[in-house]
């Protein structure tokens, strides 16, 4: 029989240990880079939203405004 070393086993098992320790450390960047995203992209729509709201807010008191300004013309 031949052991570990013998047929290479050794140093191929510490390639692939190093390769999975790579690639764990990766997948973990990628986790917290994602989850940077996701923060990033809640601030983005809370934002988005509250301009809306600001825009529609605008938009509705300038229709109020101009509504009232043709009454009393029409009226006058």
Known sequence: ?????????????????AELQRL???T?????D???L???VEVLRSRAIT???VGGLVV?????VIGSGWLQAAGG
Do not use: C, F, P, Y
Request: proline share 0%; hydrophobic share 35%; glycine share 10%.
């Open 38 to 40: 996701r923060v990033s």
């Open 1 to 17: 029989m031949s052991t570990g070393d013998e047929n290479g086993w050794s140093q191929h098992q510490k390639l692939v240990l």
């Open 28 to 32: 973990q960047q990628i986790h917290r």
């Open 51 to 53: 301009w809306g709201a």
């Open 24 to 26: 764990d450390s990766t």
């Open 60 to 64: 509705w008191l300038s229709s109020l």
């Open 34 to 36: 994602l989850a940077g």
